[in-house]
C-alpha cells in the first residue's frame, strides 16, 4: 500500500481478516483510521515505512499482538489509538530517547496490558512537556486542535506498581485516565504539577496513604474519580476540590472530610478481571471526546462544529458548562488579584 494515498478512513465497516503486510517504504501515508472493525491478527510492521503517519487509529477490534514499539520509529505520529483490542504483556520502548516526541493522544484502554507503567515511554513524551501556543487560521485548525487535547488514556488494563513521578513533567496534559487497573502506592506530588489538566481519573486501583495537598492547585480540573482505592487522611479544600462530589471518593474507607464527613464506608470489592467492568468509567465522556477528535481528523474539515455537534448530540453539553465554569472563575479570580 503505498502511491500517493494520504487519507484512508474505512472505520464502522464490519471489515475482518487481518491487516495487510504491505505498506510500502516511501508511502505518503498520514491518516490511517480503521475503528469499529472485526480486524483481528498482529499489527504489520509494515506500518513503520509510514514516516508521514500522524493518527494511527485501530481501535474497537480483535488485535492479538503486544505494543508495538517499532512505532516510536514513526517521527509525526501524533495520536495514537488502540483502544479495546486483545494487546498483552508490558509496554516496552526503544532506547532512543528522541522517539514519540510528537505524540499528543495515545489510548491503550480496554486491553491486557501488564507490569509496571512504563517510565521511559513518559520520558519521550516530548510533546506533552511544553504548552504551544495555538496557531491562527482556518488551515491551521487541526495542528490547534492536537494541541490543546493533550490525553492520556490507559485504563481497564492489568498495569501494576506504582505511578511514575514523571507524569508530572507531562504539563500539557488535558486529560489522564489510569482507573480500573492494580496500581498501588501513593499519589505522586507531581501530578500537581499538571496545571492544565482537566479530568483526572485514578478510580479503580489499590492506591493509598493521603491525596497530595499539590492537587489542590489544579485549577482547571473538572473531573476527578479517586474512588474504590485504599486512600486516608483529608480531602484536601478549596479550589476545584469544593465542587466535586461524594462519589468522586467512594469506597475509601480512610478518607473524611468535605463533601463526607468521616469514615466514607463502601467495602473495597474483591478483584475481577477487567472484562466485568464493560466500559462504564466515569471518564466515558472524556473517551467518546477523543475518539470524535480522531474520527474528525482523517477529513480534517468543520471538525470544530463536528465536536460542538458531538456534545450536544450526546448531552454532554453539562460537562463542558463546568470547563467553561471553571474558566471564568480563574478569569474573575485573576481580575481580583488586579484590584
Known amino acids: 500500500m503505498g502511491g500517493h494515498l494520504e ?11 487481518t491487516l495487510p503486510e504491505t505498506f510500502s517504504i516511501g ?4 491518516s490511517l483510521d ?7 491478527g498482529k499489527i504489520p510492521r509494515s506500518l513503520g515505512n509510514c514516516k ?6 485501530l481501535g474497537y477490534n480483535h488485535l492479538n499482538d503486544t505494543f508495538p514499539m517499532w512505532l516510536e520509529t514513526l517521527p509525526k505520529l501524533k495520536v495514537l489509538s488502540l483502544r479495546s483490542n486483545k494487546l498483552l504483556g508490558a509496554i516496552r520502548t526503544l532506547s532512543d530517547e528522541n522517539m514519540f516526541s510528537e505524540l499528543r493522544i495515545i489510548d491503550l484502554s480496554y486491553n491486557a496490558f501488564t507490569e509496571n507503567l512504563s517510565t521511559s515511554l513518559f520520558q519521550k513524551l516530548k510533546a506533552m512537556k511544553k504548552i504551544d501556543k495555538p496557531s491562527k487560521g482556518l ?7 492536537l494541541t490543546i487535547y493533550v490525553t492520556i488514556d490507559l485504563s481497564s488494563n492489568s498495569f501494576e506498581g506504582y505511578i511514575p513521578s514523571n507524569l508530572g513533567d507531562l504539563i500539557a496534559l488535558r486529560g489522564l485516565n489510569l482507573s480500573h487497573n492494580r496500581l498501588q502506592g501513593n499519589i505522586p506530588t507531581s501530578l500537581g504539577n499538571l ?3 482537566e479530568s483526572l481519573d485514578l478510580s479503580f486501583n489499590q492506591l493509598s496513604r493521603e491525596i497530595p ?3 489542590d492547585a489544579l485549577t482547571f480540573l473538572s473531573f476527578i474519580n479517586l474512588s474504590h482505592n485504599h486512600l486516608q487522611g483529608c480531602i484536601p479544600q478549596g479550589h476545584q476540590f469544593a465542587t466535586f462530589e461524594k462519589n468522586s471518593y467512594e469506597g475509601n474507607d480512610g478518607l473524611q472530610g468535605f463533601p463526607i464527613s468521616k469514615g466514607f464506608g463502601s467495602i473495597w470489592p474483591p478483584e475481577t478481571n477487567n472484562a466485568d467492568y464493560g466500559e462504564e468509567s466515569n471518564s466515558e465522556f472524556m473517551n467518546d471526546f ?14 470544530g462544529l463536528s465536536i460542538i455537534h458531538f456534545m450536544m448530540s450526546t448531552g454532554n453539553l453539562k460537562w463542558l458548562a463546568r470547563i467553561i465554569e471553571g474558566l471564568e472563575y480563574k478569569i474573575i479570580m485573576r481580575q481580583r488579584k488586579r484590584h
Open 139 to 145: 488551515e491551521l485548525e487541526l495542528d490547534r486542535i
Open 34 to 40: 480503521l475503528h469499529d472493525n472485526e480486524l483481528e
Open 290 to 303: 477523543w475518539k470524535a477528535t480522531l474520527m474528525g481528523y482523517g477529513s480534517g474539515l468543520c471538525i
Open 7 to 17: 487519507v484512508l478512513d474505512i472505520h464502522l465497516n464490519k471489515l475482518c481478516g
Open 27 to 30: 508511502s505518503v501515508l498520514r
Open 213 to 215: 495537598q499539590q492537587l
Open 195 to 197: 496545571s492544565f489538566v
Open 52 to 57: 508521514e503517519l500522524e493518527l494511527l487509529d
